[in-house]
């Protein structure tokens, strides 16, 4: 079993250009999140999703936007890149988002410069 | 505001045991959890509590007093591949889980 995919592995960016981070899951699970994670902090959620069709926002959403057309993906797009997102970008699931106590699975990561 | 409290860097010796402290102070309390994070890797689930006590799995215990806002992830029997990141993170009142910045423990032979 895959679990959770994400691509690419890594990338650079120039500034001001758009970019989507794919993340696809295998495990049926209804809620899907974006994460960042930079040195010295922790985990900081970007977006959400609780079930197929909707979103939700979380810490840091300025500057990204998801969508979740069906269970299995949740592409997460930085439409106009800056420096500042310069990140390791992970994508989780969990069986279900309404009780936040299930435990999370995570993808591999994708690593952003953006110059 | 809602902070989660973890030393940055902790060094054990191989076959030692080890305690990573977790202090917490959040908009209410439905659980902890404890993830492990290899450098470059994903995080992995280790544990999740709920009431206060001990859970006790394997070489890897996690304890949780909720009057104290205090959590600890002990790691006994300490092998070379438990050099990773330790990271903490609180369910809080909105179900929403508040990360620390984790405690990146070497190991030393």
């Known amino acids: 079993t895959a679990g959770i995919t994400q691509a690419p592995t890594s990338q650079i960016l120039a500034a001001g250009r758009s970019m989507t981070l794919r993340c696809t899951q295998d495990?049926?699970?209804?809620?899907m999140y974006w994460y960042r994670q930079d040195l010295g902090l922790g985990l900081r959620l970007i977006h959400y999703?609780?079930?197929?069709?909707?979103?939700g926002k979380g810490e840091v959403p300025d500057g990204y936007s998801v969508s979740r057309a069906n269970t299995d993906d949740f592409p997460l797009t930085l439409a106009s890149a800056v420096p500042s997102q310069t990140s390791v970008y992970f994508c989780?699931?969990?069986?279900?988002?309404?009780?936040?106590?299930?435990?999370?699975?995570f993808g591999p990561g994708t690593r952003l410069t953006v110059l | 505001g809602q902070n989660i409290d973890q030393p940055t860097e902790m060094t054990a010796t191989e076959g030692a045991i080890v305690q990573i402290n977790c202090t917490y102070q959040?908009?209410?309390?439905?659980?902890l959890f404890w993830y492990q994070q290899h450098a470059g890797e994903a995080p992995t689930f280790l544990s999740y509590?709920?009431l206060d006590g001990l859970e006790e799995k394997g070489r890897f215990s996690s304890f949780l007093s909720r009057s104290k806002g205090y959590s600890y992830l002990l790691v006994k029997e300490l092998q070379m591949k438990d050099s990773a990141s330790y990271l903490c993170?609180?369910?809080?009142?909105?179900?929403?889980?508040?990360w620390g910045a984790g405690t990146k423990l070497i190991i030393k032979p």
């Open positions: 989780a699931s969990s069986d279900s988002g309404d009780s936040g106590t299930d435990t999370q699975y």
């Open positions: 959040t908009s209410g309390f439905n659980g």
């Open positions: 999703s609780n079930t197929a069709g909707t979103t």
């Open positions: 509590n709920v």
């Open positions: 495990m049926r699970h209804n809620a």
């Open positions: 993170a609180v369910v809080d009142s909105n179900y929403q889980l508040i």
